[in-house]
């Protein structure tokens, strides 16, 4: 939603591709604003009442003047990118992710940026919770080369964890298992002109991802006890932080090559 609708902004992809890139991870998609002052800003309506389509929110996008998004993964501890607004930070912390779409107006009275949270609703239905914030400065810069760097130490971490936890030990067949986890993510859609390393860098966030999923359960017929587990989160914690940092520096990175490359033309 980030890349795509960043593009979508700055003439790099027309709305139906955005549009259709997003049945890559649901069949349907519905849109509804959170409260009632933001339903008439946006012209969008509120959860009491049927929800509109997607194309209806690039129009809101575009009427508010948005030039750009941001990738936001929030966790307990790490509440970057929520701007303090607690409707919308409640909502994001429960979904593990949001967007933001700038106005990049913040000269003007009314200017205001949008939150984005998806929620499954139904079995293929996706739904977007669209948030009124306060503009805010630019986002914080995770350089994509030191986030790429702290994932590569994250992978041998990772590695290295899994045997002093002794997880492969009662987990027979765990690289398999990890695999298959990885080759389950879609197959995303981009925008021509996305930078292949911010690619690069998605794809390793999903193989330490995939790491961290099998780690973080009993598997099939185990048992863990609260203090084993207890041991396994604080030990890949780190990583954790890890796949999230890249994932934001990857997406953002993307977000600014796009927007650069279509500035130039």
């Known amino acids: ?74 966790v307990a501890g790490d509440l970057r990118g929520l701007r303090g607004h607690a409707p919308f930070a409640a909502a994001a912390l429960h979904a593990g992710e949001a967007a933001v779409l700038r106005s990049g107006g913040e000269a003007r009275a009314d200017a205001c940026d949008l939150g984005l949270v998806p929620e499954r609703v139904a079995d293929g239905v996706l739904r977007w919770t669209v948030f009124q914030l306060p503009p805010a400065g630019p986002a914080e810069h995770i350089p994509l080369g030191e986030a790429e760097h702290e994932l590569s130490g994250a992978m041998r971490a990772a590695a290295t964890a899994l045997v002093e936890l002794d997880v492969a030990r009662h987990r027979p067949g765990v690289r398999e298992e990890i695999a298959a986890l990885v080759e389950s993510q879609p197959n995303l859609p981009w925008p021509p002109g996305i930078p292949s390393r911010a690619l690069r860098v998605l794809q390793r966030a999903n193989e330490v991802a995939a790491i961290l999923t099998v780690a973080t359960t009993a598997g099939p017929g185990g048992a863990v006890s609260a203090s084993a587990m207890r041991r396994r989160m604080d030990a890949l914690r780190p990583l954790d932080h890890a796949v999230r940092a890249a994932r934001m520096a990857a997406v953002n990175e993307a977000v600014r090559v796009l927007t650069d490359h279509a500035g130039k033309h």
Do not use: C, K, N, Y
């Open 1 to 74: 939603m980030v890349v795509w609708t960043s593009a979508w902004l700055h003439g790099a992809a027309a709305a139906d591709d955005v549009l259709d890139s997003l049945a890559s991870w649901a069949d349907a998609h519905e849109v509804t604003a959170h409260d009632v002052t933001t339903a008439d800003l946006l012209e969008l309506p509120t959860g009491a009442q049927p929800a509109a389509s997607p194309a209806l929110l690039l129009a809101a996008a575009r009427r508010i003047g948005a030039t750009g998004g941001e990738l936001v993964l929030p």
